[in-house]
């Protein structure tokens, strides 16, 4: 059995180099906020409680994280002031007061480090036996982190860059910020952490050398760019880009094409079947899941939308929480807004745009239609111009369309109103009433030819013309 896992997340730093009203680890990557990506890796491996600490915009920063995670096991603690990394994972100390096992603690601006990474630190600390495991890295210029300081090739302590004289300065091995930490020990030994050291803080890193007092300290080496922080906005794109490529090469492992992934964004948590090909500058955002052998059109917009095998989407065309059944053609140019439903076979052609509409199999509308709260059968075709008047100002009301209805191109539909299956609707028609199944609704104001009208009108217009300017009269001139 494993040891029970609990985690600590710091999320209380202001980041002034981000030169933003907003917290730092609120500034998105690919969709999430920063601290999201410690905080999954955290909940991943089973930690619970998990304990984001926060300071700087405590309540934001606390509303963000709730959102992005409504149902995960979190318990907030708040440091009130910045007075260290140890301080820090102390303020977290009463939130945990009644777990006993291994407190994982990440830093809420990192957040490249993988799964895999953190799975082999808890193996390094089982393999150790000690109190403390951590994870260290050898960046090209390591000035300003904490150098890793071992003696006979054991972990001795931490120096900060700060605090390091110029031969420990030397050293290439940096702490990378990432603990694993019996909570046996833990607190008691933050409790006993002093401040001072050169910048006067209290560092979460001299507990390592009371852990090595204890015992073995485990430790596992990490490739820098996942340990990298975010500091000000280069920083965030560089993280992005670096998770972007990451993402990517993942689902292009997975059989999926992307034709240009330096413009493909797609968000962790995206679902993407084999032979599904992904055209460039596309999005896949929020829990959107792609079947396979999908045709992604360049400059489609997909977000928490679910899209079914053989399904060709054509480039522009967005999709918000929709959902696409099989072998559907959407595009270019539609718009698949919250509540669409499409069953197998539908087409949606340009400036089509959906909402809260179920469309049923086969059914088409081809060109520039709003078709919004519509329950519209199978095999129905949706004339170019239509347009559902769902809303009278107040209310919304249902469009009901039934199986294999044809409706003519600038029909107006308003609802509440019911078309009967097989029915036919005449171009041009305003349908105020229900049609029964079967018959054909129209209604246009007769039209008129006036024959010859053109050449008197020229005539006309001829003889004034002869007649000169006219001059303003005081009835025009008014
Ligand atoms: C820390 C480590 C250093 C390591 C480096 C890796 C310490 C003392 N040093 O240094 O060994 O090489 O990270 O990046 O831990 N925070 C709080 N409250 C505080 C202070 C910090 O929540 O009072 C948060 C920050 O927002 C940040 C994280 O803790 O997310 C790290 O703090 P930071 O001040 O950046 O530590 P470093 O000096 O980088
Ligand atoms: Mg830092």
Known sequence: MTAPLAAVVLCAGKGTRMKSEKAKVLHPILGKPICAYPLMRALELGSSPVVPVVGHQAEEVERSIRAHFPTAPLRFALQKDQRGTADAVRSAESALKDFKGRVLILYGDVPLVRRETLEALSAAHDKSGGVLSLVSTSPADPTGY??????MGKVVRIVEHKDAPPEQRQVRECNAGIYLVESSFLWKALANIRSTNAQGEFYLTDLVEMAA????????????????G???????????????????????????????????????????????????????????????????????VLHASSVADGTTIKPYTVLEEARVGER?????????????????????????ETKKA???????????????DAKIGSGVNVGAGTI?????????????????????????????VKVGDGAYVGAGTTVTKDVPPGSLAVSRTPQVNMEGWVERKKARMAKSAEAGPSKPDKASAG
């Open 328 to 352: 559907c053609i959407l595009g270019p140019f539609s718009r698949l807004r919250p509540g669409t439903d499409l069953a197998e076979e539908v087409h949606l052609g340009n400036f089509v």
């Open 213 to 228: 007092a204890q015992g073995p300290v485990g430790s596992i080496d990490a490739e820098f760019g996942e340990t990298a």
């Open 358 to 372: 179920r469309l049923g199999r086969g059914s088409k509308a081809n060109h520039l239609a709003y078709l919004g």
């Open 230 to 300: 975010v500091n000000d906005r280069v920083e965030l794109a560089a993280r992005a880009k670096e998770l972007q490529a990451r993402i990517n090469t993942w689902h292009m492992r997975n059989g999926v094409t992307l034709t240009d992934p330096s413009t493909t964004y797609i968000e962790e948590g995206v679902a993407i079947g084999s032979d599904t090909e992904i055209a460039p500058m596309v999005t896949l955002s929020g829990a959107t899941v792609v079947g396979r052998n999908v045709t992604v059109g360049q400059g489609s």
């Open 146 to 151: 904490g150098r890793v300081i071992r003696e």
């Open 388 to 416: 559902t008047c769902n809303y009278d100002g107040v209310n919304k009301h249902l469009t009901e369309l039934g199986d294999g209805v044809f409706i003519g191109s600038d029909t107006q539909l308003v609802a509440p």
